[in-house]
């Protein structure tokens, strides 16, 4: 992080960099430990920031946490995967890929995907993870869903392909990811569930003219 050279007595929240990087490093913290694990003195010490600063900066804990959800940004992050000019079947493999590559880093182990392996949990008492989780998957279905869709107006998938039942498929994939790599799948063993899904998605994706109207078997 750049240091700038300020004031002792200008008071206040942080510049924005400064905040952005403070919730990368929270969010990393509640990623790691989940957020019951995760205290304030943790949250201090990833951040660099006292908790007066936290507090002024972020309020509570909780306040803390749905911000770190808000930074994921988990919709921006697929839709930024699907938007290249590639096959379906690729563009899903891209994804995977990507989201393999993701779930399986971190300092102490593979951590999985940081909105299903925290809110998952903090979802059952709280209403408004409950509310900010149901928003974001509904968010990375409509996505897919959209990915899906021009799969059908490029000849990809059939007319009377479901865009939305597909896309609630391909989510479920990276769910699956999510979860089998917290609990230590390998590599292989994850990218043969992502290729499995794939398969599944793309049973019903036309070869080419001489194939219309067939699906795969």
């Known amino acids: 992080m750049v240091q700038k050279s300020v004031s002792s007595k200008k008071r206040g929240r942080p510049p924005a960099y400064d905040a952005k990087t403070a919730?990368?490093?929270?969010?990393?913290?509640?990623?790691?430990?989940?957020?019951?694990?995760?205290?304030?003195?943790?949250?201090?010490a990833a951040t660099g920031m006292n908790r007066p600063s936290l507090y002024g900066a972020f309020g509570d804990k909780r306040a803390l946490y749905l911000k770190t959800l808000e930074h994921y940004g988990a919709g921006g992050?697929?839709?930024?995967?699907?938007?290249a000019a590639m096959?379906?079947?690729?563009?899903?493999?891209?994804?995977?890929?990507?989201?393999?590559?993701?779930?399986?880093?971190?300092?102490?182990?593979?951590?999985?995907?940081?909105?299903?392996?925290?809110?998952a949990t903090e979802s059952v008492k709280s209403p408004e993870v409950r509310a900010m989780f149901a928003a974001q998957l509904r968010e990375?279905?409509?996505i897919f869903a959209a990915r899906m869709r021009r799969a059908?107006?490029?000849?990809?998938?059939?007319?009377?392909?479901?865009?939305?039942?597909?896309?609630?498929?391909?989510?479920a994939v990276l769910h699956s990811l999510a979860l089998r790599s917290r609990a230590g799948d390998s590599r292989a063993a994850l990218e043969a569930i992502a290729?499995?899904?794939?398969?599944?998605?793309?049973?019903?994706?036309?070869?080419?003219?001489?194939?219309?109207g067939r699906r795969a078997q």
């Open 23 to 44: 919730l990368t490093r929270a969010m990393e913290a509640f990623w790691d430990a989940g957020y019951a694990a995760t205290s304030l003195d943790d949250l201090a």
């Open 77 to 83: 992050q697929l839709k930024a995967a699907l938007a």
């Open 87 to 119: 096959p379906l079947r690729e563009a899903l493999g891209h994804v995977y890929g990507l989201a393999i590559k993701l779930y399986l880093s971190g300092k102490h182990g593979a951590r999985g995907c940081f909105l299903i392996n925290t809110a």
């Open 140 to 142: 990375l279905d409509d």
């Open 152 to 171: 059908m107006a490029e000849g990809e998938l059939p007319a009377d392909a479901d865009p939305a039942a597909l896309a609630m498929l391909a989510s």
């Open 195 to 212: 290729e499995a899904g794939i398969a599944a998605i793309c049973r019903v994706v036309m070869r080419g003219p001489r194939h219309a």
